[in-house]
């Protein structure tokens, strides 16, 4: 897809491009750029990770980031892929993607309340990717062998009427579709967020929730599934079987289901949107060579464990913590 950039935007000092090999106004941007001398920065996952890609699109992507000025990685593994297909080490910024938590830290659930409770919850596309027959095979196991448990979900997509059988059954509840925050009232019971198929933001929402994520083992994943460990969610084989056994697990095992929350809230602050924001500003100046801002953009930033230049080499520190 071809798409016409206002002429404005060759007048700036940088110009910041997807690292999508559809984009065609991307080569052009590129190729100006090595003519007059403009800044390019791309900002990625390093290349696909979601999905399969053939040769000639990862050397497409390989192109893309050794000709590029900068690359702003969504995460720190983001980087070592974009390292590995030719990105400068020294010219990469780590923004650990996030997206607005505020309003998510003050919202009332079951773990936070401590509650009894057995309700779980699915948020996301109800599509392929999220696996939801497995899911909902699986949470038929989980209820057969807890008959308290209860799954809520928020989402839509084709496969929204495989929840028309669990609903009638008793232990499915459909919310609705919109943001999570859109539901803060529903939430109230909630002690876990159950995810077999891909985890991508939703490991954001997970973090300033406090509710552990249990999710499988998948290559499919998106790059924030990275910010997910064994201190704050529960990964299973990917086997429906699994996947039941460790919701059943948690659930009849509260002082881990609560060890698991306080891992989430204690790495939330690391994820904000707030530092996402600071670390893409100290990028910037820093491509720019505006001295003045990069000093003052993100006080914290140079100090960060996920400056990836610094952390990989000694060297001079280039990234933050953060990514989209």
């Not at 996301?124 to 989980?142: H, M, N, Q, T, Y």
């Not at 659930?251 to 989430?264: I, K, V």
């Not at 904000?272 to 006080?299: C, D, N, P």
Request: hydrophobic share 40%; net charge negative; glycine share 8%.
């Amino acid at each position: 897809m071809l798409k016409l950039l206002p002429p404005k935007a060759f007048a700036a000092d940088l110009i910041i491009i997807e690292h999508a090999v559809k984009n065609l106004e991307s080569y052009l941007i590129l190729l100006m750029a090595r003519i007059s001398g403009k800044k390019v920065a791309i900002w990625g996952h390093g290349h696909t990770v979601t999905t399969t890609v053939s040769a000639f699109t990862r050397s497409l992507q390989r192109s893309m980031a050794r000709l590029s000025d900068w690359y702003f990685a969504y995460t720190t593994n983001s980087a070592e892929r974009a390292v590995r297909i030719g990105a400068d080490p020294g010219r990469i910024t780590v923004l650990n993607n996030s997206k607005s938590t505020a309003s998510l830290e003050t919202i009332v659930t079951g773990v936070n309340e401590n509650r009894t409770s057995y309700t779980c919850l699915y948020v996301g596309a109800l599509d392929e990717s999220k696996k939801i027959p497995f899911l909902l095979r699986s949470c038929e196991e989980v209820f057969s062998r807890e008959h308290n448990f209860r799954l809520k979900v928020i989402g839509d997509g084709p496969d929204a009427r495989q929840l028309d059988g669990p609903i009638s059954r008793g232990w499915c509840e459909y919310l609705g579709s919109g943001p999570i925050e859109d539901f803060a009232e529903n939430l109230y019971d909630v002690v876990l967020i159950l995810m077999p198929g891909r985890v991508g933001l939703v490991a954001v929402d997970s973090l300033a929730l406090g509710l552990p994520i249990v999710t499988t083992e998948s290559k499919a994943h998106a790059p924030e599934f990275e910010y997910l460990d064994e201190s704050n969610s529960v990964v299973t084989e990917n086997d429906e079987s699994s996947f039941a056994n460790g919701v059943v697990g948690l659930l009849h095992d509260r002082p881990r289901l609560q060890q698991l929350s306080g891992g989430c809230r204690s790495r939330a602050p690391s994820y904000t949107i707030e530092a996402m924001a600071e670390r893409f500003a100290f990028g910037i100046a820093e491509i720019i060579g505006v001295s003045q801002l990069a000093s003052t953009a993100a006080v914290d930033v140079r100090d960060s464990e996920s400056t990836y230049g610094a952390k990989r080499e000694g060297g001079p520190t280039h990234a933050g913590n953060c990514s989209t």
